[in-house]
């Protein structure tokens, strides 16, 4: 039973490590809610980031046997993968519409090539998560020369054409849920749930 | 539908045990919740202190350590003030932590890093 406060200790040094003071206390909020629920018999997020930690414990500097060493595409937290993931989906369509308003530059490709690097910068793809990524987006890759920018301009191409089948007279509640279902399937892919 | 109707009646169960006891109840989310935040806001106070250099990393980890088994002792009904939900604190969380946690990974990990030991005596 002390064993699940201590996971949740070294979850919260987790959170001290990373972002700035708004994602900081963001996540420490999550992390009260998640033990909050586990406290009370409810299965949920914590024990998923129980089981990272453990994982990271057992494949870092903590283990000697290397062959347990988990392949964890990113080095950011799960809760930080999903909020990166998404106010990018969101900031692109923000440009976008900016775009048809007649605000901002006339061509907002460079600006969302732009977005798309800084997304990268602050997604830390580990050496693995770079190789996977240059491996599912090799075209991208190539015209921007870095895995996480690449995975920035999918999702950009993606979230734009959705937004257009919309804007098309296609239904959008299921346009929504096809945004979300593939929103979802790369932040599984990022977290390393799914590869 | 089944769902939402379980959560009103625990909330309705809880603010019936509020009602009856002066305690705080364990079974409340809003008391747990209460002191899961006031838990790690204490961790984060003592990694705030060390990081200022007012305290030593070890002190903060002993300290630490004390809150984990005061929550424990809390959560297990070992604290009189504080109104248990019955067999859930204690027998009942214990076996939920061990359903849910990976202790069986820790405890190999633990085994591979010592293989002498078991991970008991470790």
């Given at each position: 039973m002390s064993e699940a406060f201590g996971f949740c200790v070294l979850i919260a040094y987790d959170c001290l490590t990373m972002g700035d003071e708004d994602d900081l206390q963001d996540n420490l909020n999550g992390t009260a809610k998640f033990f909050t629920r586990f406290l009370l018999g409810v299965p949920g997020q914590f024990e998923k980031e129980v089981e990272n930690i453990s994982r990271r414990q057992n494949g870092?500097?903590?283990?000697?046997?290397?062959?347990?060493t988990p392949r964890r595409?990113?080095?950011?937290a799960d809760a930080q993968i999903d909020r990166l993931v998404r106010r990018f989906a969101a900031r692109v369509l923000f440009i976008r519409s900016d775009f048809h308003a007649g605000i901002?530059?006339?061509?907002p490709l460079p600006l969302i090539e732009a977005e798309a690097r800084t997304f990268s910068a602050a997604l830390a793809l580990t050496p693995h998560g770079r190789a996977y990524w240059m491996v599912l987006l090799p075209e991208e890759t190539k015209l921007t020369g870095d895995p996480g920018a690449a995975l920035g301009l999918w999702i950009a191409g993606q979230t734009v054409q959705m937004a257009e089948a919309i804007e098309g007279g296609e239904p959008e509640p299921p346009i929504k849920r096809r945004t979300d279902a593939m929103l979802a399937d790369v932040v599984a892919r990022l977290t390393g749930e799914k590869y | 539908m089944t769902c939402l109707s379980i959560e009103n009646s625990q909330k309705e169960f809880a603010a019936a045990a509020r009602s009856v006891s002066r305690k705080p109840y364990l079974g409340d989310s809003e008391v747990v919740g209460a002191y899961v935040r006031g838990f790690i806001a204490g961790v984060v106070q003592r990694a705030a202190v060390v990081g200022e250099g007012a305290m030593k990393r070890g002190d903060a980890v002993a300290d630490d350590r004390g809150a984990c088994a005061d929550g424990t002792a809390v959560f297990l009904g070992e604290d009189p003030a504080y109104e248990s939900m019955g067999q859930w604190n204690g027998a009942g969380l214990i076996n939920w932590c061990f359903q849910a946690l990976p202790f069986e990974k820790l405890a190999d990990s633990a085994a591979q890093r010592c293989?002498?030991?078991s991970a008991s005596a470790c």
């Open positions: 870092g500097v903590m283990s000697e046997n290397k062959s347990t595409p990113s080095l950011v901002g530059p006339r061509d | 293989p002498r030991h």
